[in-house]
């Protein structure tokens, strides 16, 4: 692993057919909750990280990557998959192998999260680590199953694993040479039978089994993926507002005195406050350790209730289309264990 992790992968090729009318009109990374595409909010995320080369792959509606590499004065480069409608994510990824020369972070096009997600994955002690948070009960869940330190698989089955249950798959993952060079050989060995391979719960799931693949632990991680209509709902009217608030309160509390710096951080949640001592040079007292352990954080659960809850009928996209917006309804608890990373 290199000193400093400079590129970062987007994988932005898929259809979003299960946006329907709005996923026809564009790609999901083009999607505006605030003032801009959440393509545009995860590249600030990576550029305000460190990360200097940014690789789109493209297919859907490339050309709205296109229109967007030209405003970013060459970090950005695009790779086209061709075969978008019959591949799958692994695909993708294979097709920008000739230029990955280096460890890279990998990510997901059509996902919302706080910035804390990259800080955290970047720092954390291995080359290879995918990031997990605690349970979203979105109902497409990738769970992660775990041995000690490792991952030994990935599915969307959560009857599958016998054994503990770490987290959710966010999307975001720290891939090392090694760990890639092992990802393309799975990959190419099962492209003789489908292209249809994820990179996720085929590769990444299969490769643990014989490559050290860590994972990397946010429990109060807030973060959303747009698959559905009702995903984009709450996306909008939860998530959202809930990443922008705590990111303006950590900005605030930046320009106080170091003293009033820690008085304003012991009254957030422990999500917030963690967010908040990343960007200020407070070391937290006993008494905040106890404030913020004791406190709950918003959970990224679109089925969590709330107390009161905002209805929305419709939700206009940058497109100008509306769609009808559906509540989740399920279930689900994580086992319980321990959840240390290292």
Same mark, same amino acid.
Not at 188 to 213: I, K, M, N
Not at 216 to 223: A, E, M
Not at 259 to 276: F, N, T, V, Y
């Given at each position: ?160 694993? /016998? ?5 959710? %798959?966010?999307? =975001?993952?720290?891939? +090392?040479?090694?760990?890639?060079? *092992? !990802? ?70 930046? /320009? ?5 710096? %820690?008085?304003? =951080?012991?009254?957030? +949640?422990?999500?917030?406050?963690? *967010? !908040? ?66």
């Amino acid at each position: 692993m290199t000193d400093k992790l400079r590129v970062a992968v987007i994988l932005a090729a898929g259809m979003g057919e299960r946006l329907k009318a709005v996923g026809k009109t564009i790609p999901k990374g083009f999607l505006c909750l605030g003032k801009r595409s959440i393509i545009e909010e995860s590249i600030d995320n990576l550029l305000l990280a460190g990360i200097e080369q940014i690789i789109i792959v493209t297919g859907h509606h490339f050309e709205y990557y296109e229109r967007l590499k030209d405003s970013y004065n060459g970090i950005i480069e695009t790779v086209h998959n061709p075969l978008f409608a019959q591949s799958g994510s692994m695909y993708s990824l294979y097709l920008a192998k000739d230029l990955l020369r280096e460890e890279f972070l990998l990510l997901e096009s059509d996902i919302v999260y706080e910035a804390r997600a990259i800080s955290k994955l970047l720092q954390f002690p291995t080359d290879n680590a995918v990031l997990l948070s605690g349970p979203t009960y979105s109902g497409d869940e990738v769970y992660v199953s775990t041995k000690g330190k490792k991952i030994v698989g990935m599915s969307k089955d959560p009857d599958k694993f /016998n054994g503990y249950r770490a987290g959710e %798959l966010v999307g =975001i993952t720290k891939v +090392s040479r090694r760990l890639f060079k *092992e !990802m393309i050989i799975e990959a190419e060995a099962q492209f003789g039978r489908t292209l249809q391979v994820a990179y996720e719960t085929d590769c990444l799931s299969t490769v643990s089994a014989r490559f050290p693949l860590y994972h990397c632990l946010i429990p109060d991680l807030i973060w959303s993926e747009i698959d559905t209509p009702s995903d984009l709902r709450h996306t909008q009217d939860t998530i959202y507002p809930t990443i922008n608030k705590q990111a303006q309160v950590a900005a605030e509390v930046k /320009n106080l005195p170091p003293g009033q710096q %820690l008085a304003r =951080i012991s009254h957030q +949640s422990s999500a917030a406050a963690d *967010e !908040m001592l990343a960007v200020t040079d407070c070391t937290p007292s006993s008494r905040f350790d106890d404030v913020v352990s004791t406190t709950t954080a918003p959970t990224s659960s679109p089925r969590s209730p709330s107390p009161s809850p905002r209805h929305l009928d419709t939700l206009a996209t940058n497109a100008g289309e509306k769609i009808g917006l559906v509540p989740h309804d399920s279930d689900y608890t994580f086992e319980s264990g321990n959840g240390n990373n290292l």
